[in-house]
């Protein structure tokens, strides 16, 4: 066992590029149920945007391009969710269960004929001089567009909720949207673009797996990260800048029992697997404590009376 | 319930449904040989299933209008293959290719049940009826070579193993893979990381990654997906061998080398047996000299001397003259494995459950 | 213009004609997607609905319905008893492995004695595993309040490495040459969940589940537990005016469920799987929850949709070795079936009107 195979640099490094699609899904997610609706297809959502993505990014010979793809495939995706809550009222636990079988399969289709292939790269930004500083360096300033697009996203997002008339609107649909129609917004609206972002985001962040982190494209690809990502948004108490910490966490335990398996530590692998998981759950337990910061409509079917 | 093919055959022109049947050859009363295929993952995986499929479409071509082969892909070990085996037998299949260890229980099952028709069954041990073979190959002598090339190209004298599920067949890759490097390399070491998966790209990558990151500069896999060889593209300077197939999309550099799953020639000769009518129950573990371990050329990137001596132990390997597990070897804990000049025996390859000596680290249990 | 209304109750014709539209529009768009991928639409869902029952080899297809199809209903009953009330159990899959390891472990713990009680034990144990699995969820969200949906998810992915531990350690077969797996139970007389009558495909487990339909018939129609759940799901604040305590009710949901999940796992791996391996899980805890949907959470409707949703996945095998229909196609059918059932609830507990809206 050598510990000090593991280098702490490096490591930290490592961090960034694991939380950057669990940055993405589950600060769109965020939004969403902030609006009042749980949304659970983020994993149908996310795979979605990994195909599209994939695809366009193969097709077009552009990473960029097959970005913008994955992002509208995701929104596109969430729509038949959106028809189902906003506009037939079904129940949104099921349709969002549905919403992930739906896109995995449908993913797997459309994945058919991209197996095996390889994806055009995307290179680091270059920064020049700053990512020659010894420990900052390779930390912050050695990672690809999209990192840096995920952290601007969380400080957007948090600026727009607190500070915009737009945002404000948003969290009273979340909070009552009984009051809210009576105020005049349009909350079904309202909600059917908040879900389109959540679907946007999450499509990011699964493109960001099949083009970047892997990069290649197989079925089912995401394993279960969008699942990761709603507990997340549990985590951060629906606060933006709290995601940033859950997602490096949990990107980073992640990171942490591969890396110790690498080191011959003698952990057996299931359980260092196990870890993050459980890690999660009692997270969990401690943050649901405090449950009041949950919007108030979250997960109810809106129908206005009038 | 037994049926022959006979009445598979006269059911099947019974059957007024499926549009795509054309089964033209029933017409002149000379049925084709059928041969059916059991995929545990996607045709398009680009390793273990995509190399299976090859030898299929082999078959195909080798036959032409003689044969007809069908398959299903994706099929979970367990219940769902017995029953797409059962459905495959009853639609008239002669032969039938089970490609996974996991389906081991259920060819025989299904075998039991329809003695025409003959099994072969990739990787396993158990023949419980006649009409039941196996049929695996010689990775590790593919390891040695790759070991050899391993030891002499690091730099950093740490080798990356991205090994799958502690059976016997991966540890025997370690193995293999190490004795070699040792032999040219006395300081090299091995990071083995377990996996847990034959194919899940992400887990490979993030395997890759770590591996480089702790200090390896050439990466050893077990598993099947191409996202080593991309991540090893990254990083610049990784060497990696291409696994199941021979991810030539890397070549000459990062992937150096690979082991290819050649099944072409063995599904020919068992479907020509079939047509024949010689065919008998056979447990089949061959390696370079028959074919089935195919070693992917040896690109530039290797040094000259070092290729040489690469296809020199390939040709040993070959036609016999070298076994790739050849004394003195101990065992990890220091026992005695091999005396001098001795080599391992089948049998105890077959299960082989420990380290040899100079690897770090334990099993996993 | 055309609005929604809600009707003042649930209307009954629709609750029975709802599953049939969506299995009728499912059909429709399933066979526009297999025109789209190149194949006749109409001979695969020819061969996907009807070969199974009617075709040629159906007394092979018949039996294998009851085999795939009694797991999904074991657990899809003990999920619906939770999702009326509001309490959503994700981690079935999860609580069936557990049974199942639970289940083969009691067994294997007697190899290689004889008796007729190892079976019954088996049984008793599965069910705890499940049942113990389930309770950690319930148990969080009754003390802390945590959400039970990701606490019971979360849980699904400690079971797999759990599952993956137990393969290649303490339940591997001793005689297996070094391979992960355990011992085949299928080989092992007094713990093989064998079939009671030979061809039917009837195991134990389809015997189960049977009585899980006629238990939870009962329990909802004529029972206090039953009551509490259905008006804690349809209306929260009368339920506790009523006197139901939810803590009660959450203990007891997620306790069912995780106990029917645990008995399916345990049927399936002493029965049809045979084997405690690394791939034992083949997603029929998420699978359910389509299942108890489609089922519109009515015991009788759960049982009809699981035999439907075993005929899709065993017409979708014919499919694709007969006309080479890609497997994924049979998941998205499997996705499209549940979006088109919620879809057409709507009418069921709204109705449209056209003309203006009214003003309050």
């Not at chain 3, 849980?155 to 797999?160: G, H």
């Not at chain 3, 879809?343 to 056209?354: E, I, S, V």
Request: neutral net charge; charged residues 15%.
């Amino acid at each position: 066992m050598d510990l000090s195979a593991i280098n702490p640099i490096l490591f930290v490094a490592s961090f960034f590029v694991a939380a950057t699609p669990l940055i993405f899904a589950a600060t769109g997610e965020l939004v969403v149920e902030k609006s009042g609706v749980l949304n659970l297809g983020v994993e149908g959502m996310m795979i979605m945007g990994a195909i599209c993505g994939f695809a366009t990014a193969v097709e077009s010979g552009s990473p960029l391009l097959g970005f913008a793809a994955a992002a509208a495939g995701g929104a596109a995706l969430s729509l038949l969710f959106a028809f189902l809550t906003q506009v037939m009222l079904a129940n949104q636990v099921a349709s969002g269960l549905a919403l992930t079988l739906f896109g995995l399969g449908f993913s797997a289709l459309l994945g058919q004929s991209y197996v095996g292939v390889k994806p055009p790269r995307m290179a680091d930004l270059d920064f020049g001089p700053l990512s020659d500083i010894p420990v900052l360096g390779p930390v912050f300033f050695s990672h690809d567009l999209i990192v840096y697009l995920g952290l601007g996203l969380v400080v957007v997002v948090w600026a727009v909720l607190k500070f915009t008339r737009a945002g404000l609107t948003l969290r009273a649909v979340g909070e009552n949207h009984d009051a809210a129609h009576a105020l005049g917004f349009k909350v079904k609206r309202m909600r059917t673009l908040a879900i389109m972002f959540g679907g946007a985001c999450a499509g990011l962040g699964g493109a960001y797996i099949s083009l970047i982190r892997v990069p290649q494209w197989t079925e089912g690809m995401t394993a279960g990260v969008g699942w990761i990502a709603l507990a997340l948004v549990v985590f951060a108490s629906w606060r933006p800048f709290r995601v940033l910490l859950g997602a490096y966490l949990f990107g980073g335990l992640v990171q942490l029992q591969l890396n110790l398996q690498g080191a011959g530590v003698a952990i057996p692998v299931e359980y260092l697997a196990m870890s993050p998981y459980v890690f999660t759950i009692v997270v969990l337990v401690f943050l649901s404590r405090s449950r009041s910061s949950a919007p108030g409509s979250l997960g109810r079917i809106f129908h206005a009376s009038s | 319930m037994t049926f022959t093919k006979r009445t598979a055959a006269k059911l099947l022109l019974g059957t007024a449904l499926a549009a795509g049947m054309g089964t033209a050859a029933f017409a002149d009363g000379h049925a084709k040989t059928k041969v059916g295929f059991v995929y545990v993952g996607p045709v398009g995986d680009g390793g273990w299933t995509y190399e299976h499929d090859k030898g299929r479409l082999a078959v195909e071509a080798e036959f032409g209008d003689k044969v007809e082969t069908v398959f299903v892909e994706s099929v979970a070990e367990g219940p769902d293959s017995e029953r797409v085996m059962t459905q495959m037998a009853l639609d008239g299949a002669d032969l039938i290719f089970t490609t996974s260890f996991g389906y081991m229980d259920p060819t025989n099952n299904v075998a039991a049940k329809f003695p025409d028709v003959k099994f072969e069954h990739a990787t396993g041990y158990k023949r419980l009826h006649p009409n039941v073979s196996t049929y695996s190959a010689r990775f590790y002598e593919g390891r040695a070579i790759q070991g050899h090339i391993a030891g002499n190209m690091t730099k950093s004298n740490i080798v990356g193993y991205i090994a799958s599920y502690p059976i016997p067949e991966v540890i025997r890759g370690i193995n293999s893979a190490f004795i070699h490097a040792r032999k040219v390399n006395p300081e090299v070491e091995f990071k083995i990381v377990w996996a847990y998966t034959w194919f899940d790209p992400a887990k490979e990558a993030d395997a890759a990654k770590v591996l480089i990151d702790q200090g390896a500069d050439v990466i050893l896999q077990h598993t099947d997906s191409t996202a080593p060889q991309a991540a090893a593209q990254e990083a610049g300077n990784v060497v990696t061998f291409g696994q199941a197939s021979d991810m030539g999309q890397y070549a000459p550099f990062p992937r150096v080398s690979s082991i290819i799953d050649d099944w072409a020639p063995y599904y020919i000769a068992r479907t020509k047996a079939v047509m024949d009518g010689t065919w008998e129950q056979k447990d089949t573990w061959d390696g370079i000299g028959a074919g089935m371990v195919g070693i992917g050329e040896i690109s530039d990137a290797v040094p000259a001397d070092v290729k040489a001596q690469a296809l020199e132990m390939k040709a040993a390997l070959a036609d016999g003259s070298y076994h790739a597990f050849t004394g003195p070897l101990n065992k990890q804990d220091g026992t005695p494995f091999l005396a001098e000049g001795e080599t391992a025996d089948d049998g105890t390859l077959a299960g082989m459950n420990f380290y040899v000596e100079g690897i770090e680290g334990e099993i996993p249990q | 213009m055309i609005t929604v209304v809600k009707r003042p109750e649930p209307s009954r014709a629709f609750s029975l004609a709802a599953p049939l539209l969506a299995v009728l529009a499912t059909m429709v768009f399933g066979g526009l997607l297999f025109a789209l991928l190149g194949k006749d639409p109409l001979a695969a869902i020819v061969t996907i609905f009807w070969e199974p029952l009617f075709g040629e080899f159906a007394f092979f297809y018949r039996p294998q319905l009851l085999i795939k199809g009694a797991p999904l209903v074991l657990i899809a009953i003990g999920l619906s008893l939770g999702f009326k009330a509001g309490i959503w159990n994700i981690g079935a899959e999860g609580q069936y492995i557990m049974g199942a390891l639970f289940g083969a472990g009691a067994g294997l713990a007697f190899y290689p004695a004889e008796s007729i009680f190892i079976l019954p034990l088996m049984v008793l144990a599965g069910a705890f595993g499940g049942w113990i699995w389930a309770m950690i969820p319930a148990v969080l969200k009754v003390k802390f309040g945590t959400n039970e949906i990701l606490v019971s998810l979360m849980l699904v992915y400690v079971a797999e490495q759990f599952l993956a531990s137990m393969s290649l350690g303490l339940l591997k077969n001793p005689e297996g040459f070094g391979f992960p797996g355990s011992r085949n139970l299928q080989q092992y007389p007094s713990a093989h969940n064998a079939e009671l009558i030979a061809g039917t495909g009837m195991h134990w487990g389809v015997v189960a589940a049977m009585i899980a339909v006629i238990f939870a018939y009962v329990l909802l129609a004529r029972h206090r537990l039953g009551f509490a759940i259905r008006v804690t799901g349809q209306a929260p604040r009368a339920a506790a005016f009523a006197g139901v305590r939810p803590a009660r009710l959450v203990l007891f949901c997620l306790g069912m469920s995780g106990l029917l999940a645990g008995l399916a796992g345990m049927f399936e791996v002493s029965g049809p799987a045979g084997q405690v391996t690394i791939d034992f899980n083949v997603g029929y805890g998420f699978t359910a929850i389509i299942v108890a949907f489609l089922g519109r959470l009515h015991p009788v409707g759960i049982l009809l949709a699981g035999l439907l949703m075993a005929l899709t996945y065993i017409g979708g095998d014919i499919a694709q070795s007969k006309l080479g229909l890609p497997a994924a196609a049979i998941q998205v059918f499997q996705g499209m079936l549940l979006f088109f059932l919620l879809a057409f609830d709507l009418f069921t507990n709204y109705r449209l009107r056209l003309g203006r809206t009214e003003v309050a």
